[in-house]
C-alpha cells in the first residue's frame, strides 16, 4: 500500500473538508435517462422566466452604468427594504435594513458566520442530521462538531440543554422550517423552548430558514430569531422562491455582527452581484412574491403527495417515512438490517438515484436513511421510479 | 480610558482584518460635488452597455431556465473555454478549461486560495506596498505578512531571494501589471528572474492580474506563470475589460490545486451568478473583446497623460510619481516633511479626496505616499481638482 504525498503544501482545514458524494451523484445526473431524487433543485418549469426577462430589460433601460458597476457590499438597499418589510408584513418583526447583509446566496452566510465567530477548536452544535453545506463549510474552520436529536417537532429540549451546559458552543445551527435532510418543521412550542435555552447559554443561534415560504400549511409559526433576536442570526434567501441561479441570499442580525460580517465579505468577494439584485429588486416591486410562491407551493405539495402514496402504495411496510408540512425533500428509514449505499448501487442499476442519509451527520451515520426530493420529477416518472425502487426493497436480501 | 468589551464572542480574526480607510472615504463620495481620486472605478461610460443588454436579452431567449438553476461549481464551461483560448491568443499559453476555475470576483480567489493553503501563522510574503483588498483577506487567514521592496520594473531579486531563505513563506503574492497601488509594472528580464528563484523554494506565486488588458504600451511581456506554471496561481478578472457589477472573475492553476479550490468554493458560495457568466459568454462570444478594450485602453491613456501633465505642472518639483504603462493608478511620493493623511485633510476641505499610501503597507506604512486614480474623473475636473491639490502642497507649512 502506498500512501499518496500530496504534491502541494494545502493547509490542514483541507483534509477536514467532508466530500460531497451527492456532487459525485449529481454528475451523474448530467445522463438523461436518469431519475434523481438526488438533488436538492427547485423545480425550473416555476422560474418566472418572462417576468425576470421583462425585468432585465427594464433594468438595463431605467438605472443604466450603476447596474453594472461596483457597488455597496451591504447590498443593494431598496433590496433589504423590501426583505425587512416582508418580515414586518409576515411575522410582525421590526427589522431595520441595516440589519440585512446581501450575500451570495445563504451558503455564504454560513462562510462569513465562520469567519465572524469561528476560531480552531471552537464547537458547533448541528442537528442530527444536517445539512451537508453546513457541514462542508464550517468544518473549514476546524469547529468541533457536537450533535442533537432531531424529533419530529424540532430537536430535543432536554439534549439541547445538555450539550449547551457539557460542550459550551460557539453557534448551534438549526433548518426550524422543512429541513434539510429529514423535511421536519419545529412546532411553535419548540421554538420558544429553544429560543429560553439558548437564551441562558452563550451560545449563538443559526436559524436557516431557505424553505420556510414554501409551506403546505397556511399556519407558519414564528421563527426562533423572533424569541431572541439579538442571539440569533436568521438567514434567507431567494433561490427557492424566485431562482438559485441569481446567488442572492441574506443574513438577519443585530447591527455589531452585521457590521463584522460586512468587513468579511469585503474581504471575501467585495460584494454580491449587482445586476442580480436589481433584476430581483424590480421583480419583487413589480410582481406579487407571495402569488408566485403561492404557485410553487401548490406544485410541491402536489409532487410531495404523489411522493407519499407511491411510498405507500411501493415500499415494504417496516420503512419509516416523514410526512412534510414543506419544502422539497423528504426522507425515509430502512429496516436494520439494510444499508442505503446498497440500496442506492441497486438503484443506480435501474437509473434511479438518491443521497444515502449517512452524509448528513456529522458522526456516527445511521446509515439505513436516505433523502428524497420531491421538487423536480413529474408525477409520471415519479411513479415509475419509485415503483422500482419498491421493487428493490420488497425483493432484496440484504 | 475604557477598554470596550464586545458583546459578542467573535472569533480572533475579526480583531485583524486592517480597516479599510478607502471604505470609509468611499462612503463620501456619495456626495456628488465631490472629486475622487480614491476609488479603483472603471468608468461606466465605458461599459458596453447596449451589448451586454441585447446579451441578456438573447440569454433569456435562448438558454431558457438552466440559466437560472444551481450550477457547477467549476464555472460555465465555456467561458472556460473561452478564458483558455484567450491566454492562448494572447500568449500562446496552452492551458486547459479544467484548470480554470470561475470565482465570484477576482477577489474571492483570493479567499479560496487562503482557505487551501494557509494555517494560522503561515507567512505570506508581499510587495511593499501592496493591494489593500490581498491584505484584508489574507489577513482573515491570521498568516504572518512579510515584505519585499517594489522598485520600478518588478521587486528587486536579492531581497526576495533572502526572504524565501529567511522567511519561508507559504505564499508570494505580486502583481506584476499596472500595480494596485503603485501602477508599476514588471520587466520582462524580472519576471524572468522572480520564476527562477520561486523555482528554488517552497512559496507558490500568485501572480494576480486584473489590469494586464489595460496597457498603453504594444508590448505585453509574458505572466510569470509562463515560466513556473506547476507553481504559479493566475487570477484574472472582466471587472476592468467588461464591468465589475457582473462579479466574473477566474483561477488558473494546476489541476489538483484546482480541485481543491473548487471544494472551498463549493462550501463557500456553491457557485458564481449563473445569469452573469452567461451573459459575459454571449457578449464575448458576439463581440471582439480586443476591440471593445481599445476603447478603454485609448480613453484610460489619455486619462493618465491628463493627470501626469496636471501634477507636472501644479505640484512642486519635490513631489515624486510613477509614470504608468496601464491601469487605473499613479502613486506620489511627498517630501519628507509632509504628511498624506494631512494632505488629505486639507484636499477635502476642498472637496478632493484620495487614498493616503499607508492603508496599502503590510507594516511600517510610508506616510509620505499616496494613491491617485486616472480612470473615473473627466479631464476639465481633473485639471481643477489636481490644481487644487498643487496649491494645498506648495502653500501648506507642513
Chains 1, 2 share one sequence.
Not at 448530467?30 to 425576470?52: C, D, K, R
Not at 426550524?176 to 419548540?190: A, I
Not at 445586476?275 to 416591486?285: D, N, R, W
Not at 417515512?321 to 443506480?348: C, D
Request: hydrophobic fraction near 35%.
Amino acid at each position: 500500500m502506498t500512501v499518496e504525498t500530496p504534491h502541494y503544501p494545502f493547509a490542514q482545514r483541507v483534509q477536514q473538508v467532508p466530500k460531497s458524494f451527492i456532487r459525485e451523484i449529481l454528475k451523474v445526473t448530467s445522463n438523461p435517462g436518469i431519475v434523481s431524487f438526488a438533488g436538492g433543485l427547485p423545480n425550473p418549469a416555476l422560474f418566472p422566466m418572462q417576468e425576470l426577462e421583462d425585468c432585465a430589460a427594464k433594468v438595463f433601460q431605467k438605472r443604466g452604468a450603476q447596474v453594472l458597476q461596483y457597488s455597496e457590499t451591504e447590498g443593494y438597499y431598496p433590496l433589504r427594504e423590501y426583505i425587512a418589510a416582508r418580515y414586518l408584513q409576515k411575522f410582525g418583526l421590526t427589522i431595520s435594513p441595516e440589519q440585512i447583509l446581501i450575500t451570495s446566496g445563504s451558503q455564504q452566510a454560513l462562510d462569513l458566520l465562520g469567519k465572524v465567530f469561528l476560531n480552531a477548536g471552537d464547537k458547533v452544535l448541528l442537528e442530527r442530521p444536517t445539512y451537508l453545506g453546513a457541514l462542508q463549510c464550517l468544518s473549514l474552520f476546524q469547529a468541533k462538531f457536537e450533535e442533537v436529536t432531531l424529533n419530529s417537532d424540532g430537536v430535543d429540549p432536554d439534549e439541547l440543554e445538555e450539550k449547551m451546559f457539557d460542550c459550551n458552543p460557539k453557534l448551534f445551527y438549526c433548518i426550524p422550517n422543512y429541513q434539510n435532510p429529514t423535511g421536519l418543521h419545529y412546532s411553535e412550542e419548540k421554538r420558544k423552548l429553544i429560543a429560553g435555552i439558548a437564551a441562558r447559554y452563550p451560545a449563538m443561534v443559526i436559524e436557516d430558514d431557505p424553505y420556510g415560504d414554501i409551506s403546505f400549511s397556511n399556519h407558519q409559526p414564528l421563527p426562533i430569531y423572533s424569541y431572541l433576536p439579538e442571539k440569533t442570526i436568521l438567514l434567507g434567501s431567494f433561490s427557492k422562491t424566485v431562482a438559485p441561479g441569481l446567488r442572492v441570499g441574506w443574513m438577519v442580525a443585530d447591527k455589531d455582527i452585521i457590521r463584522k460580517a460586512t468587513i468579511m465579505k469585503q474581504a471575501s468577494d467585495l460584494h454580491s452581484n449587482n445586476l442580480s439584485q436589481h433584476i430581483l429588486y424590480e421583480f419583487l416591486s413589480t410582481y406579487d412574491l407571495d402569488h408566485h410562491v403561492s404557485k410553487i407551493v401548490k406544485h410541491y405539495k402536489y409532487q410531495r403527495d404523489v411522493m407519499l402514496s407511491c411510498i405507500e402504495e411501493y415500499f415494504p411496510e417496516n420503512v419509516q417515512y416523514n410526512r412534510p408540512e414543506g419544502g422539497m425533500f423528504t426522507w425515509l428509514t430502512l429496516p436494520s438490517t439494510t444499508n442505503a449505499r446498497e440500496f442506492l448501487k441497486k438503484a443506480m442499476e435501474q437509473d434511479v438515484i438518491f443521497v444515502p442519509g449517512d452524509s448528513f451527520y456529522a458522526s456516527s451515520p445511521d446509515l439505513q436513511t436516505l433523502r428524497l426530493n420531491f421538487s423536480n420529477v413529474n408525477d409520471t416518472t415519479m411513479r415509475n421510479a419509485l415503483r422500482k425502487l419498491g421493487t428493490i426493497l420488497e425483493y432484496t436480501n440484504w
